[in-house]
């Protein structure tokens, strides 16, 4: 066993408030944080994963975005060393998850989608017994408990039994305890699932100061407003593999980009108004009664240039607005599916 | 090494904390011991006929060797309710002693199964059981309460990831136990049973291990009881441990 100092999780690179100064290359190494290649793992007869390859770079966000039993969380445990794969191959912050296991659990900090805390314990006394099996003193163990605590708003319940705690509460409590030791590599599986509107946006927050400072982040969500807002890069997931994957308007682009739907006064005017916007549209205007629609990708101005033109022909417009593309688009798309949004556990079809 | 000893004593120290906050549990260290205890004193107690012993002397040593063997029953329950509620992952996502998570569990119970037993010496002493043997001779037979408790936290700790929840748990374990501490010395002399159940109640683990408590506290004649008793302990831990283990790798690994 490695000798008690060399397993301290000090990181040289931290600031004095405990926060992590930035950090854009360990070791100024130009390995991606996380790179998986042909990840494969079944659960028996049930094939969770059919070759997976994935790369984040430091400091970003993957999203991993897909419905219940894609296979999210299996990924997440392979990359977190809680399972060994069937076949392929992860090294996460330059480490590989099965030969250097023991050695990467001290570099990454895992948040579940279940609030991982004893709810017998106080926020306090969870903290500072995830710091002293990182190694720390109980003292080291305790400062950092409640530097987190305050951090996260949590200080005023410190003495508090978990259980007492609001859903929201304890999600960020646990994601205190994946901080503990200042992981440059963090990952959240469905961090949100199950929250109310209000700390949803609060735990976003959090997430993005933490990104904000150096922390590259690979989170699973089947919430494609949560990938949009959080993500640098999401890979969407279905039936054990990687169908697609881009930065999110990359993503959108795919179906299509943004288009101009126009609801007119008469329907019988629609041909004129066809023909009026046709030069300034990415296809063909396609009409529907009364409502014209008419690609506009990434053009500044569309709206205006569309309502001065119609109004030249003498077109009466009831409604105008433009449309981007939604991931929910992007998902029915690729799988020719909708996302189901229940908060189940995707390690169900496990 | 080290690293196991202290990750250890962190995780037993965490299920040693939550003990005063679980007021089920308390109740059931505390007040159930003392009841079954008055019960079977003053409700049963007058129709034993205990040649030699009062029934005082006679029963502690049993009471306590039935209420040890169900110390783990916590151990059962804590390890199924952690696998269930995510703790075990985030403790395998911990750079800590993988071993540390089982050894804690049981060596909380050691704790907890010490304090059950003080509290039912005390309760017999009030009711008349008095030690008829000297200092040394109690502090072994504690010493062999302790790590009779200790194998069962592990047999325990075993149903306790083998089953899918905690009422199973529950229930698994009482009938698996409860049945062997009753066909046993603990109550009855065994000679007033039916000749199978007889039969059987002699060879058990807990008869061995009750009339080894009597003759270290009672000065009853110990036979190879005594030595009997520590091989039973030390078998139930070589068997159950290892099986232990490999179901928390495998209920863990999923």
Redesign the interface.
């Known amino acids: 066993?490695v000798a008690?100092l060399s397993?301290m999780?000090r990181d040289p690179s931290t600031t004095t408030d405990g926060r992590p100064a930035l950090r854009p290359q360990e070791n100024g190494s130009r390995e991606a944080a996380v790179s998986a290649s042909g990840l494969v793992k079944s659960?028996g007869s049930v094939k969770a994963l059919v070759g997976v390859d994935l790369e984040v770079a430091h400091g970003t966000v993957m999203g991993l975005l897909g419905p219940n039993g894609a296979g999210k969380t299996t990924i997440v445990?392979i990359l977190?060393?809680?399972?060994?794969p069937d076949a392929g191959t992860a090294r996460v912050a330059g480490l590989d998850v099965v030969a250097d296991a023991?050695?990467l659990?001290?570099r990454?900090?895992?948040a579940?989608?279940?609030?991982?805390?004893?709810?017998?314990?106080t926020g306090l006394?969870n903290l500072t017994?995830?710091g002293?099996?990182?190694?720390e003193t109980r003292a080291e163990a305790k400062r950092r408990g409640h530097e987190l605590l305050e951090r996260f708003d949590l200080l005023d319940a410190a003495g508090r039994?978990t259980k007492t705690y609001s859903g929201g509460m304890r999600r960020r409590l646990d994601l205190a305890?994946a901080l503990v030791a200042n992981p440059p590599i963090l990952f959240l599986d469905e961090p949100t699932t199950g929250l109310d509107p209000r700390s949803r946006l609060q735990l976003w927050e959090t997430i993005e100061g933490l990104v904000a400072d150096g922390t590259t982040v690979l989170l699973t969500t089947q919430y494609l407003d949560e990938a949009d807002r959080l993500a640098t890069e999401i890979s969407v997931i279905d039936h054990g593999r990687v169908i697609a994957d881009g930065t999110p308007d990359e993503l959108k682009d795919r179906v299509g980009g943004e288009r101009l739907e126009i609801r007119l006064d008469e329907a019988s005017r629609a041909e004129a108004a066809a023909q009026a916007l046709a030069s300034m549209a990415d296809d063909a205007p396609s009409i529907d009664a009364d409502l014209v629609s008419v690609g506009v990708n990434r053009r500044g101005g569309a709206i205006v240039e569309a309502v001065r033109r119609l109004d030249e022909a003498g077109i009466g417009v009831e409604d105008i607005a433009l449309r981007r593309p939604t991931l929910d688009d992007v998902f029915l798309a690729l799988t020719g599916h909708a996302a189901e949004v229940d908060g189940e556990d995707d390690?169900a079809a496990? | 090494m080290r690293r196991l000893v202290t990750d250890t004593l962190v995780i037993a120290e965490r299920n040693l904390v939550r003990l005063p906050r679980a007021p089920e549990l308390l109740v059931a260290f505390t007040v159930q011991p003392i009841m079954f205890v008055l019960l079977f004193r003053y409700v049963f107690g007058g129709a034993i006929k205990t040649p030699g012993y009062s029934y005082a002397d006679f029963l502690i040593p049993g009471i306590i060797v039935q209420n040890i063997a169900f110390g783990g029953f916590v151990t059962a329950l804590g390890l199924n309710e952690d696998l269930h509620k995510g703790l075990i992952d985030r403790f395998r996502s911990l750079p800590m002693a993988r071993a540390a998570v089982l050894a804690g569990r049981t060596l909380a119970d050691v704790v907890t199964n010490g304090l059950s037993a003080t509290i039912l010496v005390i309760t017999g002493l009030i009711i008349g059981f008095s030690f008829h043997t000297g200092v040394l001779h109690a502090i072994g037979g504690g010493a062999l309460l302790l790590l009779f408790g200790y194998a069962f936290s592990w047999v325990f700790a075993f149903l306790g990831m083998l089953v899918s929840t905690a009422e199973a748990a529950n229930s698994v374990g009482f009938i698996a136990v409860f049945p062997l501490t009753f066909i046993s010395s603990a109550f009855v002399p065994v000679k007033s049973m039916p000749s199978v159940l007889r039969a059987f109640a002699e060879v058990n683990p807990f008869t061995i291990t009750v009339d080894a408590m009597r003759s270290l506290w009672l000065g009853a004649p110990a036979g190879n009881n005594v030595w009997g008793a520590v091989v039973w302990a030390l078998a139930i831990i070589v068997v159950f441990a290892p099986l232990a283990v490999a179901r928390y790798r495998r209920a863990a690994g999923q």
């Not at chain 1, 977190?80 to 060994?84: A, D, E, F, G, N």
């Not at chain 1, 579940?112 to 314990?121: I, T």
């Open positions: 066993m008690r397993r999780p659960y445990r977190t060393t809680l399972l060994k023991a050695v659990r001290e990454i900090g895992l579940g989608q279940y609030a991982a805390v004893d709810e017998n314990l006394e017994m995830v002293r099996l990182y190694g039994a305890a390690r496990a």
